[in-house]
């Protein structure tokens, strides 16, 4: 009887495999230990050495892979996640960290520490203990401001006390003599500056009043020169530069000509040893800056000085706040591309435009900051910063951009009026990466592809030049309720980004009568085909589609994700990047928690 062939062949497979378990097998004699005799007749029997099938390099069906790189720390918050390197300017983020769901962030930089020294026991005036309370009050509001401000522009404001001043050597030497309060103050800030090292000494009356990418305020975020401390013409004490060596050097050179009757620490140091800068962007409110240029906040002060200083707080809030509507003589503009189908969709960025524009509250509405005292009040333009809603970005430092991303699914639905999307309505009737390419088609032309349109983006997001000439958030971020206000937390955020306190209270509703009618016509020249109501219940739909995973209609959202790769990479850069900058402030209020000048 013949074996047929199949059989035959199966049977020589079966005879291999058995013949390599035999070979590779291991052998039932009792392993030896090495360098031990083997006795009686075992020892004649042959022990060939053979290779373990782990030596074989046989070949393998995987394709060769990396390994994802490890997680950073504090690079989470909620559902975003990222990975800080110096290849982020690619044109996707999983070709960096093997996971589509995280995304590839520039390098954080790292603030440069800004001390000021405040004692909350300072009294020299002999208050009574309820009106010392008040002031510490006050003063903490005024810290707060003072830390917000010196935030917005890139820098690490940091409250010194007396318990920093006390870990500095020469500590002992000075608490032997009998300083006036005043003094003691003084040398106490330095010795506690001393101690901690590197950085800026400021007053907390000291603010920086201008623009994120002034040239001052840019070298004193670089460093300062190492040979020397620097210090601000004409604003004595004010603020100071400097490495902790040439610190320690001035202040134990100036401690050896202390003596009880001294009344500046810093006239005891060597001119030498100071580098003088011109004082542009700072604005110092100094008690004789406020005798003479603020009156109303001096008399104030006079008749109760808790309410002098939060009138202080109120006046340098306002001109923060009317330096920033000056500084960008072109205004506001809030990003609305397919504007037949996006009111609702910019509506929350244009609630937020509408308060930057109002003119804040303040003692003196048509003063000026003591650097810049030919400024334009609020109340005295002609007309007021204007808002525009361009569908594509201009490329200029004399405009502010407010930009709101949406999710592709997002984008869709408000373009179908629909939440039933299909695969084959998304092949056929809508075009890949639809927003990067109305948004940036002024700035790069029509004919550049989505890859490079998506890494241009991000340098217009993240990019250092780019830092303070716009904002950009994601719709998921916003309310999504018709006549619902912008959040306080929300509002809380964007303020640290500004530097100011951003107005509150009052309606502030783009689509009211009671708007004047240049704000107004700005989001009625372009009404929605569909409603307002219908977009944002839309709107509110397709969020509960993007973060629910156990919906059928997920597969969609991936559909739509896959069709629109560029779109959607740009909403996940622009969401990890405020979800970073948020765990960035939020690590260091704790770590200024117990501090005065902290928000409770």
Request: charged fraction near 25%; charge should be neutral.
């Amino acid at each position: 009887m013949m074996i047929p062939h199949r059989s035959t062949a199966l049977l020589s497979v079966i005879v291999f495999v058995a013949l390599l378990l035999f070979i590779f097998s291991s052998s039932p004699v009792p392993d030896v230990a090495e360098g031990e005799e083997v006795s009686g007749p075992a020892k004649f029997v042959p022990r060939p050495k053979l290779s373990s099938l782990a030596n074989f390099h046989l070949p393998s069906f995987r394709p060769p892979s990396h390994e994802q790189p490890e997680e950073q720390k504090n690079s989470t918050h909620g559902e975003s996640k990222w990975y800080s390197t110096l290849e982020w300017l690619n044109p996707f983020s999983s070709a960096i960290t093997l996971d589509e769901n995280r995304s590839v962030l520039p390098p954080l930089d790292e603030r440069r520490p800004i001390y000021t020294y405040y004692n909350a026991k300072y009294n020299p005036n002999k208050a009574s203990a309820k009106d010392l309370k008040e002031l510490q009050n006050a003063d903490a509001e005024l810290l707060l401001a003072w830390r917000r401000a010196w935030y917005a522009q890139g820098f690490k404001p940091v409250v010194l006390t007396p318990g920093d001043a006390m870990l500095n050597p020469n500590y002992e030497v000075v608490q032997k003599l009998k300083l006036s309060p005043k003094t003691e103050n003084e040398v106490f800030g330095w010795l506690a500056w001393g101690h901690m090292g590197t950085g800026l000494l400021s007053d907390f009356h000291c603010f920086p009043m201008a623009r994120y990418d002034n040239n001052m305020l840019s070298y004193l975020r670089r460093g300062s020169v190492p040979e020397s401390i620097t210090r601000f013409d004409n604003v004595k004490n004010a603020l100071y530069a400097g490495e902790k060596s040439r610190i320690d050097a001035v202040v134990q050179s100036a401690v050896l000509k202390l003596d009880d009757k001294t009344t500046s620490f810093v006239d005891l140091m060597d001119a030498e040893s100071f580098k003088v800068e011109s004082p542009s962007a700072l604005a110092f409110y100094k008690s004789a800056a406020i005798t003479s240029h603020y009156p109303a906040v001096h008399e104030k002060m006079g008749q109760n000085p808790a309410a002098g200083q939060r009138a202080l707080v109120q006046l340098i809030n306002a001109h923060l706040h009317n330096h920033f509507q000056s500084a960008f003589p072109a205004g506001l503009a809030v990003l609305k591309p397919f504007p037949q189908h996006t009111t609702a969709l910019v509506e929350p960025a244009l609630r937020l435009a509408k308060a930057l524009i109002q003119c804040p509250e303040s003692p003196m509405p048509d003063s000026c900051p003591p650097n810049e005292p030919e400024c334009r009040p609020c109340g005295s333009a002609k007309s007021a910063m204007r808002i525009s809603q361009p569908s594509s970005f201009k490329n200029t430092t004399f405009l502010f951009t407010i930009g709101t991303l949406p999710h592709p699914y997002t984008l869709v639905s408000l373009q179908k009026n629909s939440e039933e999307i299909t695969t084959p309505q998304i092949r056929r009737e809508t075009e890949r990466d639809a927003w990067l390419s109305e948004v940036t088609k002024d700035h790069l032309g029509p004919e550049l592809g989505s890859s490079y349109r998506g890494v241009i983006f991000k340098q217009v997001v993240a990019a250092p030049d780019a830092v303070g000439t716009s904002l950009w958030m994601t719709v998921e971020s916003l309310p999504a309720a018709a006549g619902q206000s912008l959040p306080a937390e929300l509002l809380d955020e964007f303020e640290w980004q500004f530097g100011f306190k951003i107005p509150r209270g009052g309606k502030i509703d783009p689509a009211t009568e009671n708007d004047k009618e240049s704000a107004k016509s700005a989001q009625d020249r372009t009404p929605s085909e569909q409603g307002v109501g219908k977009e944002y219940e839309l709107i509110q739909k397709a969020r509960e589609v993007i973060k629910n995973k156990e919906t059928n209609r997920i597969n969609i959202k991936d559909v739509v994700e896959a069709w629109n790769l560029a779109d959607t990479e740009v909403w996940r850069f622009v969401k990890a990047y405020r979800a970073r900058t948020l765990v960035e402030r939020q690590k260091w209020e704790e770590e200024e928690k117990p501090f005065a000048g902290s928000r409770s």
